[in-house]
């Protein structure tokens, strides 16, 4: 059973501060990372993907990618209270174009 | 704008009267996905479309079904629902194959059964 897992949380970290979030995975072969930040009561939304090991930065997110470890880990810098939200961690394992879920992690942003 | 679009955003039922739900995408994706989504859970995959081939997961009840009538929309029937099939559905599309894998979600429809 290939396994996606997450801290649920909720993290809760100061306004302007760094939050890392984390997601191991379970399946070795695995190729494709993703980040999805996801509002209450709204759809998921692509934050960033990765795709080779080590770090992928947009704006104030960076993506840090370990295949070695089995960990792919979300960085937000200057946090801010409209971070808030869950963010999941999806992995595409390559053996097809499906991904695999995690439950989301909450994070709470505190002014 | 390209995008996926859902109807209705909010599907109020009743126990055991059958209920459709719709996506529309104006991406040209090859791939269209139902999800499941329940509060503080990761998104359960139900079915899904690589253009006109269907693929069912094992555990999905048969109480679901779907229809994908062209590329561009992709139905999702409850013929029975029940109190358990409350739940966010959301329709996601990605272009598929190596590297295609990324997923693009509808605002979803959030469906309440009495």
């Known amino acids: 059973q290939k396994e996606v897992e997450q801290n649920s949380g909720p993290l809760s970290v100061p306004e302007g501060a760094i939050a890392s979030l984390n997601c191991t995975y379970s399946d070795r072969g695995s190729q494709s990372f993703f980040w999805y930040r996801q509002y209450s009561g709204k759809s998921p939304e692509l934050i960033m993907s990765?795709?080779s090991n080590g770090d992928k930065e947009d704006g104030r997110f960076t993506a840090q990618l370990n295949k070695a470890s089995q960990y792919v880990s979300l960085l937000i810098r200057d946090s801010q209270p409209s971070d808030s939200a869950t963010y999941l961690c999806?992995?595409?394992?390559?053996?097809?174009?499906?991904?695999?879920w995690g439950a989301g992690t909450k994070l709470i942003i505190k002014p | 704008d390209a995008m996926v679009i859902q109807n209705p955003r909010y599907q109020v039922t009743q126990f055991g009267k059958p209920v459709t739900l719709s996506c529309s995408q104006t991406l040209n994706h090859n791939v269209m996905y139902w999800y499941q989504q329940k509060s503080s859970q990761a998104p359960k995959l139900l079915f899904h479309?690589?253009?006109?081939?269907?693929?069912n997961e094992a555990d999905t009840p048969d109480n679901f079904q779907s229809r994908r009538p062209n590329t561009s929309f992709c139905f999702l029937d409850i013929r029975s629902p029940g109190l358990g099939d409350a739940a966010m559905y959301l329709c996601a599309t990605s272009r598929g194959g190596a590297g295609q894998e990324t997923q693009y979600f509808g605002p979803g429809t959030r469906l309440l059964v009495l």
């Open positions: 999806a992995v595409n394992t390559n053996s097809n174009y499906q991904l695999i």
């Open positions: 479309y690589y253009d006109k081939d269907f693929n």
């Open positions: 990765i795709y």
